[in-house]
């Protein structure tokens, strides 16, 4: 697409991109293209020395049993998240569909989650489930849970998939809804008139063409299990217990600020950014192609 | 709908309150904490009924701050919080409209590439480049101060397509006809295209507010002087690892005010919030 009225200068387009362009080549192209160097040397003990390596932390890595988990559990982790926070999702945005009264306080007493941050989200759910002051620990220990996130890592596992499901109700909701709305109304009639029962009509009908809104979604709340999970991640477990919530994320942070492993945490930069490098791409060819729909 | 009467209807209402109550409980627990006395919540005997200590706990929260974990006021957190978000919202909307005015009404060498270099940017979230990027802002001595937090990132693709999306739709007959009047590319943009993005504008400045005031792992990173803090990086310091010293109604205010502004912005802007956030994710 060109506009055809255009107009003519030779130095005030460039004037005008100038900002942009500068701060993303300082703090976008310049890091990311330190992290691939990074990734490539390794440097002593005391950072006195480094040497270039080619490969060598990209396979360290890949030898670490300790990666190969994490990337299990991220997979897992963003799993998790998007099957649990879709499907509630899509039952509230079902139900808010239908033509009921109070339908616009419903979606605002729905949406604001979305606005909550990360770290916060994470503080209102560690408080809820802390082992000891914890509310909903109480009522778990008399029915007889033996609960500790703080020390059982599935347990903890469990707490940061639930709350960041919990976030992402909200904004899976808004788009369910903007999908169902604009499903037409003359199709479900139509089946309504074959005799389709409502439980078929959805399964038959709405749930097909919402397809293209769920894999959306699916592939933007991988992304968000990737990395805004961050915040919440480090404000319940820090990683732990033991290394049972490190995602690739945390891990990343955790060698690199924490481990001061800087050549293994800039190669496992490299391996994320190729991982959303890929996501992105999908998430364009489909964005593409609902254009041309 | 044909069936939808009487039974359905009430199922459905229910299952909606069901929902909206799975949502707000966690907030409810906080504010009904952030009223109750420390040593109660210590003892793990919460009520679930609000407490006496609202303005005593939210006085010390927002002017004094906790005794121990990190003695600042969450007041100034918040402060910090908000020019963050500002800056971050205004300055995205700015250099991002400027560049799509560029590419979309301007020819000139390396117009596609340039366009390509800003939309790549798509691909590099910061938690991947994070450690050249706190190099970088060190090097440039901007940790603890507002342009470190701010400036790195202030680029955005989504909103420089979306602006050039926009202007796609903008008729020529608007800038021949203030081409007739004798305005420059300048004046057109200020006297004509800026007043038609103005919708856009708040639109995207509603969700950029809260992406802003959302941050954590940047300022996490870049400040290190407590008075730099923002309140999503302070409420994580509140939370020591022993137990005992954590002032929990103090962190639950902390949680309470640190969600009021972007949920406040969300709810009262609920139609350019919508909007905003369809049209960035396209």
Do not use: C
């Not at chain 1, 808010?96 to 007493?109: F, Q, V, W």
């Not at chain 2, 121990?68 to 100034?76: I, K, L």
């Amino acid at each position: 697409m060109q506009k055809q009225a255009i107009f003519q200068s030779r130095l005030l387009p460039y004037a005008l991109v100038a900002p942009q362009l500068a701060i993303v080549l300082l703090f976008f192209y310049w890091p990311a293209l330190q992290a691939v160097i990074q990734s490539f040397l390794l440097q002593d003990a005391f950072g006195l020395s480094t040497s270039f390596v080619w490969f060598e932390n990209y396979l360290d890595l890949f030898r670490e049993p300790a990666y190969f988990e994490a990337i299990l559990r991220t997979f897992f982790f963003s799993f998790a998240i998007a099957v649990s926070s879709l499907s509630f999702a899509l039952l509230l945005a079902v139900m808010a569909d239908k033509p009921l009264r109070g339908s616009m306080l419903y979606r605002t007493l729905l949406i604001w989650p979305y606005a909550v941050a990360p770290p916060v989200v994470g503080v209102l759910w560690i408080f809820m489930l802390h082992p000891s002051l914890g509310i909903i620990a109480r009522y778990l220990r008399a029915i007889g849970v033996d609960w500790n996130p703080l020390l059982d890592g599935d347990q903890a596992a469990t707490l940061i998939i639930l709350a960041a499901a919990w976030k992402q109700i909200s904004y899976n909701f808004l788009f369910f809804l903007a999908g169902l709305q604009s499903i037409p109304r003359s199709v479900l009639e139509a089946a309504a008139i074959d005799g389709a029962r409502p439980m078929r009509r959805f399964w038959t009908v709405t749930f097909p063409l919402l397809s293209p809104t769920i894999f959306f979604l699916l592939v933007v709340n991988i992304v968000y299990a990737f990395f805004d999970t961050f915040g919440i991640i480090d404000t319940m477990t820090r990683g732990g217990p033991g290394k049972s919530t490190e995602t690739l994320v945390y891990k990343v942070y955790s060698d690199g600020l924490l481990g001061g492993n800087l050549g293994s945490s800039a190669a496992q930069s490299v391996i994320l950014m190729v991982m959303v490098i890929v996501l992105t791409g999908i998430q364009f060819r489909f964005v593409e192609r609902k254009v041309t729909y | 709908m044909v069936e939808e009467e009487g039974f359905r209807r009430y199922v459905a209402h229910i299952i909606l309150w069901i929902g909206i109550a799975i949502v707000a409980f966690p907030v409810y627990i906080a504010f009904v904490a952030s009223t109750q006395d420390n040593a109660l919540i210590a003892n793990g005997q919460m009520s679930l009924l609000p407490g006496g200590h609202f303005f005593e706990t939210y006085y010390q929260t927002i002017f004094v701050g906790t005794s121990g974990s990190t003695r600042e006021p969450v007041g100034n957190m918040m402060l910090n919080s908000l020019v963050m978000a500002l800056l971050i919202a205004v300055g995205k909307i700015a250099i991002s409209i400027i560049s799509a005015y560029a590419i979309a009404y301007f020819r000139f060498p390396f117009r596609m590439p340039i366009f390509w270099i800003i939309f790549i940017t798509l691909m590099l979230p910061v938690e991947v480049r994070i450690y050249p990027t706190y190099k970088i802002v060190a090097d440039l001595h901007m940790l603890d101060s507002y342009a470190g937090l701010a400036l790195p990132l202030i680029a955005s693709a989504t909103a420089t397509l979306l602006f050039r999306q926009f202007f796609m739709t903008v008729p020529d007959e608007l800038l021949e006809a203030s081409r007739i009047d004798g305005a420059g590319p300048l004046r057109f943009f200020w006297d004509t295209l800026l007043p038609l993005s103005r919708t856009n504008m708040a639109a995207l400045f509603v969700i950029l507010f809260i992406l802003g005031w959302n941050q954590y792992l940047w300022p996490l990173l870049i400040t290190t002087r407590d008075d730099m803090q923002t309140i999503q990086v302070g409420i994580r310091k509140m939370i020591t690892t022993t137990d005992a010293l954590t002032e929990w109604p103090i962190v639950m205010a902390t949680a309470m005010l640190a969600m009021l502004p972007p949920v406040f912005v969300v709810v009262v802007m609920q139609k350019l919030f919508v909007r905003g956030l369809v049209e960035t994710e396209k």
